[in-house]
């Protein structure tokens, strides 16, 4: 599905930014949602995911307690607020949606079964 990801930037350590996947063509119901990133010569990783179905949420270790993701129904976007920011969560952040009713944890924790990536935004952490 298509989904439009926007709100990286250059940050501080210690500061906050706020991530957009926008539907295109299509809504969210039903549908699982997952924030992905890819830091330079490492793989991708599921950060945060969200099971539309039942409202299931899965974070990754490093970013628990830092990092919530949302949607916002109306505007047909789900955002991932990144707080706390540290340099090592500097990557090109992506966002991608299935609606073949996969939970948020294996969504999240199998990045390979994304049928297709956007380009992403560059969050870059650094002071």
């Known amino acids: 599905e298509h989904v439009v990801e926007s709100g990286g930037g250059l940050v501080q350590p210690g500061g906050s930014l706020r991530l957009s996947c926008a539907a295109s063509?299509?809504?969210?119901?039903?549908?699982?949602v997952g924030w992905f990133r890819q830091a330079p010569g490492k793989e991708r990783e599921g950060v945060s995911c969200?099971?539309?179905?039942?409202?299931?949420?899965y974070y990754a270790d490093s970013v628990k307690g830092r990092f919530t993701i949302s949607r916002d129904i109306a505007k047909n976007t789900v955002f991932l607020q990144m707080n706390s920011l540290k340099p090592e969560d500097t990557a090109v952040y992506y966002c991608?949606?299935?609606?073949?009713?996969?939970?948020?944890?294996?969504?999240?924790?199998?990045?390979?079964?994304?049928?297709?990536w956007g380009q992403g935004t560059l969050v870059t952490v650094s002071s």
């Open positions: 991608a949606a299935d609606w073949r009713d996969f939970s948020a944890n294996f969504y999240c924790t199998e990045p390979e079964s994304v049928d297709s």
């Open positions: 063509g299509f809504t969210f119901d039903h549908y699982t």
């Open positions: 969200l099971d539309n179905s039942n409202g299931n949420t």
